[in-house]
């Protein structure tokens, strides 16, 4: 939502990139609508330039990003294709992608890192035929202070997130987004964007809080059980816990590196 306005991405562009753009025209929001893989949809896709920029937001740390880009960028190309030739003896130009992940969950530390397409690759000898490189920047208060200097709603948007998990720390969600919330607008951090957008923040804060702490347990009960009993019954509990919370089976293969028919076998012996 606060980076769905084009003055705001701009800045956080410019913060990342080192640009000094300062135009909103210049950039063309290009995000697919309804445009679903699995049940997962990007954040923000946009141009400027000759390139074309994925950002993802994300409080939960997926080594899987790189393959889930593929899939939206090769979407994004369609859609810029469409209606032309790929059988033209004239060659299409296509904007030069990156791929930018925005972290603020609680299990990594580092400030930013790297993830390539070709780790997920099995048995690959020699150089991969195929690559894609996603950059992760941290976004939790105390991490990557250049770039939070350089866009302030990111800053701000930082703050809030901490605000929240300090009263989450000792109050009911509900009520911790709320003062949270007041706390916020109180001191001038996203103000005017939570006054604006006051209840909606409030549902989709205690949502997402709420996501991010069933992965976390969801993770932990995946390494208790691969513990105890060995990765593939670890891989077991895991889809059937996944399937509890309704997570599509192709996305459950996707994420445990199974194959389908082996989370369906999975889900038939336990009546799911």
Known sequence: MLFSDRKNLLSLYNAVSGSHYD?????EIITLENAIYMGMKND????????????????????NMPLRDLFYISSEYQKLVDHK??????????????????????????????????EAFE??????????????????????????????????????VNCVRKYAEELELNEAVKLA??????????????????????????????????????????????????????KKDAAIAFAELHVPIEQIALALKVDVEAVKKWLRETGK
């Open 23 to 27: 135009d909103p025209e210049k950039l």
């Open 85 to 118: 030739s790929l059988y033209s003896s004239c060659l299409l130009k296509v904007p030069a992608p990156q791929f930018i992940v925005f972290y603020n969950g609680t299990e990594k530390k580092k400030d930013h890192w790297v993830n390539h397409l070709s």
């Open 123 to 160: 048995n690959l000898s020699g150089e991969p035929k195929l690559e894609l490189e996603v950059l992760t920047l941290n976004i939790n208060e105390g991490h990557n202070e250049e770039l939070m200097e350089q866009c302030q709603t990111l800053r701000e948007y930082a703050q809030y």
């Open 44 to 63: 923000l896709a946009f141009i400027i330039g000759t390139d074309l920029f994925l950002y993802e937001h994300q409080s939960t740390y997926s080594p």
């Open 181 to 234: 919330v007041d706390e916020c607008i109180r001191n001038k951090i996203l103000s005017e964007f939570l006054r604006a957008n006051k209840s909606e923040v409030i549902s989709m804060s205690i949502f997402e809080y709420d996501k991010e702490e069933e992965e976390r347990k969801l993770r932990k009960a995946e390494y208790e059980a691969g513990v105890a009993d060995g990765l593939n019954t670890a």
